[in-house]
């Protein structure tokens, strides 16, 4: 017999720093779920990632208290921010640069984002990416 779900949930951790202080314990422990259980799965799947990156994490959790996770890649904003070096986007993207990549740095956030996003291709993916470094008010050159 399938397990029967009860929900889901979304959560930002930082890659391999899962622990059971705020925000991850109280999020976990007010569903059921062990938090100590998670934390060690969550820290083993990521350990590979660099780390402190905020990696978003889909949580699915069952009647008999188990759960399951996808964790996904980091943002986008996250890449960007690291390949221009810069602490965050700008207050007024149309009007100000905080920022430049180039198109081969974008080319690689676009491959390593690949299956998270909504493309079909690299090039697609690109012009998301160049959507996201336009509103953060990073230029590409």
Not at 95 to 109: A, D, H, L, N, Y
């Amino acid at each position: 017999m399938a397990k029967k779900k009860i929900g889901s949930m979304k959560l930002q951790v930082p890659a391999g720093q899962a622990n059971p202080s705020p925000p991850v314990g109280p999020a976990l422990g007010q569903r059921g779920i062990n938090i100590m259980e998670f934390c060690k799965a969550f820290n083993a799947k990521t350990q590979e990632m660099e780390q402190g990156a905020p990696c978003p994490t889909v949580i699915t959790y069952y009647q008999d208290k188990s759960f399951t996770m996808e964790i996904k890649t980091p943002p986008a904003s996250y890449y960007l921010k690291k390949a221009a070096n810069v602490k965050s986007g700008a207050k007024t993207p149309s009007r100000e640069t905080v920022g430049t990549v180039t198109v081969k740095q974008v080319r690689e956030i676009a491959e390593a984002k690949m299956r998270d996003l909504n493309a079909t291709d690299v090039d697609q993916a690109m012009k998301i990416i160049l959507g996201s470094a336009s509103s953060m008010g990073i230029e590409v050159k």
